[in-house]
């Protein structure tokens, strides 16, 4: 929906940003002990460009098993303090538990609930401020399900987790690696997708569609909003009407005005 403009610098900023505002472990130990027990905490793994070993593999095995984000990376790409003994790993913790993308729509298909299921899909949320601004008015909104892209996506730290307020361990949230596919699965269960941008072919005003049963709303990255191959999976490009002098709004004030109307529809028809 927002196509705001982002400078390299601000894309260098929001990097470091992203790296500073992390939960991180490191140590082969550590990191072990996380991959085995509880990986679904693991968000990210970074090893050191170089660094090889039975233990080093056993840790990349892990991350592969379980699908978590792998990087090779410099040591000063890890964002870690310089003196600390990384010993060449370094896990990246999420703020909140992550939920495999199967056993969230394995939930979907048990839910027994008054209402269908409303899920929010996130592609390509950079910058923490805005995703910690969004998951805090999903929740409001009764968007309890949370669907994130594993690349170009601000990491769940500490920011995102203050900014939402707390709503980060209210919402039960997955990353996925391919979103085109996971959006084709959500569809084959029985959700329709609405996909929000600025304009376009066949867009309707948010205030004249008519939201109901299961549905996915998609909304795209600060920058480009959402990707070509995303959108083609969306059943219905949806925009919201604005004054003819203006025609963008940041991300997450988009998201919050699209699910507060999605809201609004179900309680009126509820009640």
């Known amino acids: ?20 505002d992390s939960d991180f472990i490191w140590g082969i130990n550590s990191v072990f002990e996380a991959l085995a027990q509880r990986p679904e905490s693991v968000s990210e793994l970074s090893v050191q460009k170089g660094k090889a070993g039975p ?20 040591p000063q790409r890890f964002g870690v303090p310089r003196n600390c003994n990384h010993q060449g790993v370094v896990a990246r913790v999420a703020a ?22 409303k899920v929010l899909v996130l592609d390509s949320i950079q910058d923490p401020h805005n995703l ?8 409001a909104a009764g968007f309890t399900d949370i669907i994130l892209t594993r690349e170009r996506s601000a990491p769940l730290g500490g920011t995102v987790a ?32 609405y996909g929000a941008v600025v304009d376009g072919n066949n867009v309707g005003s948010i205030y004249d569609i008519e939201f109901s049963g299961a549905l996915c709303l998609v909304i795209g990255s600060e920058g ?5 191959l995303v959108q083609k999976q969306c059943d219905q ?35």
């Open 96 to 117: 909140a538990p992550l939920f495999a993308f199967e056993e969230l729509l394995a939930l979907f298909g048990q839910a027994q609930v008054a209402e269908a299921p």
């Open 162 to 193: 203050k900014i939402s307020a707390g709503a980060v361990s209210h919402l039960r949230i997955c990353q996925v690696t391919n979103l085109s596919d996971s959006l084709q699965k959500m569809k084959d269960a029985g959700f329709w997708v």
């Open 55 to 74: 233990r080093i593999q056993q840790l990349v095995d892990l991350a592969r098993q379980h699908k978590i984000k792998l990087r090779f990376v410099d």
């Open 1 to 20: 929906m927002a196509k705001e403009k982002v400078s390299p610098k601000g894309r260098a900023n929001a990097e470091q940003q992203h790296e500073n």
């Open 224 to 228: 480009k909003g959402i990707r070509p």
């Open 132 to 139: 910690g601004s969004i998951l805090r008015s999903a929740l």
């Open 237 to 271: 490009l949806v925009t919201i009407p604005m004054d003819k002098t203006f025609d963008s709004l940041n991300a997450a004030v988009a998201a919050a005005v699209i699910m507060f109307e999605i809201r609004r529809q179900v309680s009126a028809r509820n009640s």
